[in-house]
């Protein structure tokens, strides 16, 4: 193998190595294979990293690129199906690739600590929290009284930790339980921790305290971290060093900042070039015909100045929460939402979970009658429509959705799902839509031979463009994209990005988008709406909103972006 | 390469950058029916029970061709209980009737009780189910009140009283025994259906079919039900055993079917006087019965194990 | 939990009128003489026909006809069968035997079933697995009156090893072979239940977690996969105690257990309407607030219930 050397030498740890301190953990040359029932797969090869005691890596890929299961080899958890099948995984110079049962247990927990990836089916729903504390504490020989739970509770940063430790999992949120699996992953003070997409479920902010606690807690401890996402941004941040891998491969490793500025590998380049937290301005779709983007933009905006082809006026809705034994409360799930769409342009919605803003999307696709306030299509007040009116307006506003599996039907092949629209709206004859379908599908850039498939076959960027293609099926003027690209891997999203930036160039389509993530706001939005609690809290261009945030809660969440604070030289961001 | 602090960078060569998001072409379109008929074909299960199944279907459509013997001609007391003989492999009951034309004719009873009452339960509780869990709220909370006073009715039980009815005892056929059988198994088949509709209700592509102008009723036919098949299926086939052992169970207590029609659980019991004696004028009609059972047990089981969404291959 | 506790006792009231009013309905409302059709073609006892107009009030209008038989109910005040005995007394002589079978029954599907569930969970695929699974089809295909013959010929008659038939002093020994035929059936769909929850169980995030906290391999087994396992089955045992009481209608008939099984066996056989609809009533009740104990283990076991509105 190659060597290159460093662009940053990063003299503290020379200095530990030549003072005689070893790795923590090495993995050399490892593989992984799985038996399948077509044979055997093999998820993981020649991987190898470093990891000095104290110090923080980072793996960094796409999902199925073999970084979880190269961290949970270094904790013996592989499914039962997967083995290491050549390499070693060095823990203070003992091989534990193929270290008996007996041993793994002695070293989980107080050894080697794991804080998993979903909080929501990680903790075991039948059992308090305390509880689960307890075992572990019990396990690994440590006192295992209720001080001692709630101490363990409270370093994570649970308040009130007495009386939380009496509670069941689906008694918290989100975030206190992520903040309990962390808890449980240093209850025992382990010279490792391997943290898996820690904080993927969670909102931004929250993901931000939860890391900002977890450095302040290994930092504390000395503890040794494998982090383990798919936020290239968020690794250069939070790791000394920064390991990508491709495939099964690990194709390049080194220090954050060295690595992010000076990438090498055509797979980390791209990812650099893709990675929404790091872009820092708007996809530019007119750069062939070379006009500059602002300037397009700007013209835009102006000729559909006086166009709004929705406007939303003090949108109000209600829910009735069920408390039992008849009483009920009221819940206002949005509340008081105004806002201006242009013709032609993108208006993001931005908050982050149960701040109202699907609730608005549900609303403007008339899937929810609003309690109170208006919605104007086209002049129109949507409220008022007849039903054959509404029929009407469907074809012209169009949703895609956030789950790529979950948004087509997995018993219609991909030519049923975007011949439905035509179908239903009795546009043209067989032959006709044949035609437009093939022709939809060649805007969305998949192979013609893509209809007879069925969902199942096609990845999460492909289900998504076939989305596309359905929501453009009837030519609507506006697509509502409630998450559209939050579920996808980096550089696919990018993908699909592009492609929404095209189609609305070439087709001067309206697009508002709901999201929660800032970062994707500023590469395709034009206005940005910041909703929080159900009430619109800023509002303008993005551009504004990103360079002088007015409202405090705006700056949290910029704030919040993992990367954020990364300057990078603007050729490659 | 084991340096922690230099910069790696794998050889391009070895690690070839693939484009992103291709698609895979390379195997014809499988759709989930297909894939879920692929799997079962393979499978040993399947085709012992299929098998069985198909000859219990011809064996009951037409019994003359398996027994030149007529169940009730010729049935002489002085055969009673007799052993097997020329003609009749499997002896004579008491009555002195070959046991084995009684068991070939007795196919019939059982199986289109069973085959009836699932259709009977699936029309009744595949609506019930789907309404009250598509549209919820007091639909459903008064459906689902429904469907618990009946499921308070142990099956037997139930089928007890219901035949005390003068309605019933007077006119005994398979059809008594499927409207018992039915009007006590359908809230089974609702909760099913009721769950699996409420799993899919929500999902992205039926609120994607209601935004496209799709009426609410349409996606529920459409969408919603097509994508809750699979439980329900598997339960029908479960029941469809389960519904022949009840008829028997009925056919034995003396409240199923009447003497003048041939069937397995009426033999069973008309053999229980002799079964010290003469045990094998049970064995014979028993077996039929467990084979014709584990038929369908199996087929349910490997029908169940194809459909499973998490063996499933994207 | 005490509002979960309220909730279901309030659910409970409807279901339990319902169900009696069906029975009630089925037997005493339709067109005809109720009294004869009851009887079907054979002529009652005056006496008889007298004491049963005046115990079911038959001419007092439907609704009171139904309060009052419910408040018979209540009080146990059932009337007498066709050779003069109260059935509230026969019926509590016949009650602890019952309960005895059904105990013992359910025990064996419990334990063993369970047992053998996780073993073969556990170890799915290897030949312990294997051997259960079709063990287990096979025993869930014959029906539970043809396996009462089959084992009361077997072990009673050729092998000696039990009673035949138990006869009028029931005790925990001479019910046991009663007890595994009525249990056998739901033993295998116990076993099966259990096997798949386990298997499904052990791939849960929670059991990684919890092995990745150092967790002794049986401490996991224990606390988490058969824990969680257990929530489906004791749905599944509570469900199925109908079906228990189905079966002992046809074991307590061929073992000649001295049950309630056996009392409306024999009310069938001699057509006795009004005991049948005594008895089923009984048993409705039991089921209906057996379920409810069910219900509030199944709260205990998965506390998610208790919150789920």
């Known amino acids: 193998m190659r060597e290159k050397e460093m662009t940053t030498p990063e003299i503290h740890i020379d200095e530990a190595r030549s003072a005689g301190v070893k790795p923590l953990l090495e993995i050399r040359d490892l593989a992984i294979t799985f038996s399948t029932g077509s044979g055997e797969v093999q998820a993981v090869r020649n991987a190898h990293l470093t990891i000095m005691p104290g110090e923080t890596v980072a793996i960094v890929g796409e999902s199925g690129s073999g970084k979880s299961t190269t961290a949970l080899a270094a904790i013996g958890l592989l499914p039962n199906n997967g083995r290491v099948s050549a390499g070693q995984i060095l823990l203070d110079g003992e091989d534990i690739a193929h270290a008996s049962e ?93 943290a898996d997409e820690p904080t993927s479920a969670l909102d931004v902010t929250v993901q931000r305290q939860i890391l900002d606690h977890l450095d302040t807690m290994t930092t504390e401890l000395g503890t040794a971290v494998l982090l383990i996402t798919h936020d290239l941004g968020l690794a250069a941040e939070r790791a000394d060093k920064v390991v990508v891998m491709y495939r099964g491969q690990v194709v390049e490793a080194g220090p954050s900042l060295a690595l992010l500025q000076n990438p090498q590998h055509p797979y980390t380049k791209r990812l650099v070039e893709s990675a929404p937290s790091l872009a820092s301005r708007r996809i530019q779709v007119a750069k062939e015909q070379g006009v500059e983007a602002s300037d397009l933009l700007a013209s835009a905006a102006e000729a559909a100045a006086a166009d709004n082809v929705l406007q939303i006026q003090d949108l109000r809705k209600v829910y009735k929460l069920r408390q039992g034994f008849g009483k009920s409360s009221d819940f206002a799930a949005v509340d008081g939402v105004s806002f201006d ?116 076959e096609l990845s999460g960027g492909q289900r998504q463009r076939v989305a596309i293609a359905r929501a453009l099926a009837l030519d609507p003027d506006v697509i509502i994209c409630d998450e559209a690209v939050s579920a996808l891997d980096v550089l696919v999203q990018a993908q699909v990005l592009n492609l929404l930036a095209d189609l609305q160039a070439n087709l001067g389509l309206t697009y508002l988008f709901i999201t929660h993530d800032l970062a994707v706001v500023r590469q395709i939005a034009d206005h940005v709406c910041v909703m929080e609690k159900g009430k619109l809290v800023e509002t303008g261009s993005t551009d504004d909103v990103f360079e002088s945030p007015q409202q405090e809660y705006t700056k949290a969440l910029l704030n919040a972006i993992p990367g954020a604070k990364l300057m990078l030289p603007p050729e490659v961001a | 390469m084991t340096s922690n602090y230099t910069h790696f960078v794998a050889p391009v060569d070895e690690t070839p950058l693939l484009a992103t998001d291709t698609l895979k072409a390379d195997q014809a379109p499988l759709s989930l029916w297909s894939d879920a008929w692929r799997k079962l074909r393979r499978r040993p299960l ?65 199986l289109s009780v069973g085959v009836l009452s699932v259709l009977c339960v699936l029309i009744v509780g595949v609506t019930i189910g789907a309404i009250a869990g598509y549209y919820g709220g007091w639909v459903d909370a008064v459906l689902a009140r429904l469907g618990d006073i009946f499921f308070a009715l142990p099956l037997i039980l139930g089928a007890l009283i219901i035949t005390q009815l003068p309605a019933f005892r007077e006119n005994k056929s398979v059809w008594t025994v499927v409207l018992v059988i039915s009007m006590l198994a359908w809230p089974q088949m609702a909760r099913i259906t009721r769950g699996a509709v409420i799993e899919v209700r929500n999902a992205d592509f039926v609120t994607a079919a209601r935004s496209l102008g799709v009426s609410k009723f349409g996606a529920l036919v459409r969408h919603v039900l097509p994508n809750a098949l699979a439980p329900i299926i598997v339960l029908a086939t479960l029941e469809l055993g389960v519904f022949i052992v009840a008829e028997a169970t009925l056919s034995f207590l003396g409240v199923g079917l009447p003497q003048s029609i041939m069937s397995w659980g009426n033999d069973i019991a008309g053999a229980q006087a002799s079964i010290r004696t003469n045990p094998q004028i049970m064995l014979y009609p028993a077996a039929a019965l467990s084979i014709t059972v584990l038929s369908f047990i199996m087929l349910g089981d490997a029908v169940r194990d194809a459909l499973d969404p998490k063996s499933r291959q994207r | 939990m005490v509002s979960f506790i309220l909730k279901r006792l309030l659910q409970v009231i409807p279901v339990f009128i319902g169900t009696t009013l069906f029975v009630y309905y089925m037997v005493f409302a339709l067109p005809g003489d109720p009294i004869a059709a009851l009887f079907g073609d054979r002529q009652p006892p005056q006496a008889v026909i007298d004491t049963l107009r005046t115990q079911y009030h038959l001419d007092e209008p439907f609704w009171v006809q139904y309060g009052l038989f419910l408040q018979n109910l209540f009080t146990f005040n059932l009337g007498n069968d066709f050779t003069g005995q109260p059935i509230a007394a026969s019926l509590a002589r016949a009650f602890p035997v019952t309960a005895m079978l059904a105990t013992e029954a359910l025990l064996i599907q419990a334990v063993f079933g369970i047992a053998f569930g996780v073993f073969a969970g556990l170890r799915r695929g290897g030949w312990f697995d294997s051997t259960v699974l079709v063990v287990s089809l096979v025993v869930i295909a014959v029906p539970t009156f043809v396996l009462g013959f089959v084992l009361q010929l077997v072990f009673g008659v050729q092998l000696g090893w039990a009673k035949p038939t138990v006869g009028a002093n029931a ?111 009984v048993l409705v009740l039991i089921f209906v607030v057996a379920n409810l104990l069910v219900d509030l283990l199944y709260a205990w076991l998965d506390p998610r219930i208790r919150y789920d509105q």
Not at chain 1, 103 to 129: A, C, F, Y
């Open chain 1, 102 to 194: 007996k041993r793994m247990i002695e070293l989980r927990g107080n050894t080697i600590g794991m804080v998993p990836q979903d909080p929501m089916s990680n903790l075991n729903p039948v059992w308090k929290i305390g509880y689960q504390v307890k075992e572990t504490l019990r396990a690994n020989g440590l006192p295992s009284g209720p001080d001692d739970i709630a101490n363990v509770l409270a370093q994570a940063g649970l308040p009130d930790a007495h009386r939380r430790a009496k509670q069941y999992p689906h008694e918290f949120s989100g975030g206190m339980r992520q903040r309990a699996l962390i808890a449980i992953g240093l209850s025992c003070q382990p010279r490792l921790l391997i």
């Open chain 2, 46 to 110: 399947f085709i012992l029970s299929a098998l069985l199944i198909l000859a219990l279907t011809l064996v009951a459509l037409f019994p003359g061709l398996f027994s030149s013997v007529a169940p009730n001609d010729g049935c002489e007391l002085s055969n009673s209980e007799g052993g097997p003989a020329a003609g009749h492999p499997f002896g004579f009951t008491f009555q002195g009737c070959d046991i084995y034309s009684r068991v070939v004719h007795g196919t019939q009873a059982s």
């Open chain 3, 171 to 281: 005790d925990w020994g001479s019910l046991l072979l009663p007890a595994i035929v009525l249990g056998l059936v739901s033993f295998a769909y116990v076993l099966r239940l259990t096997r798949a929850s386990v298997s499904e169980s052990m791939n849960a995030d929670y059991v990684r977690t919890a092995t990745a906290k150092g967790l002794s391999r049986p401490r996991v087994v224990v606390a988490h996969i058969l824990r969680n396992s257990l929530i489906p089955v004791v749905t599944y045992l509570g469900a199925n105690l109908g079906g228990l009481m189905g079966g002992a209608i046809v074991t307590e008939g061929i073992f000649n257990v001295p049950g309630v099984g056996n009392k409306l066996y024999q009310a069938i056989l001699r057509t006795e309407g009004p005991t049948i609809v005594s008895i089923v009533s």
């Open chain 1, 341 to 456: 769409v242009k013709r032609g342009t993108t208006t993001a919605i931005v908050g982050e979970s149960g701040s109202g803003k699907s609730t608005v999307a549900k609303m403007v696709l008339q899937l929810e009658t609003p309690t109170d306030g208006k919605i104007l299509f086209d002049g129109v007040d949507t409220s008022l429509l007849k039903a054959s009116e509404l029929f009407k307006f469907r074809r012209r506003v169009q949703p895609i959705f956030q789950d790529p599996y979950g948004s087509l039907d997995p018993m219609y092949n991909i030519y049923r799902t975007i011949e439905e629209p035509l179908r239903v709206h009795k546009i043209g004859n067989a032959a006709s839509r044949e035609k437009k379908v093939r022709e939809l599908l060649d805007k969305v850039a998949l192979p013609q031979s893509a209809m007879q498939r069925f969902p199942n």
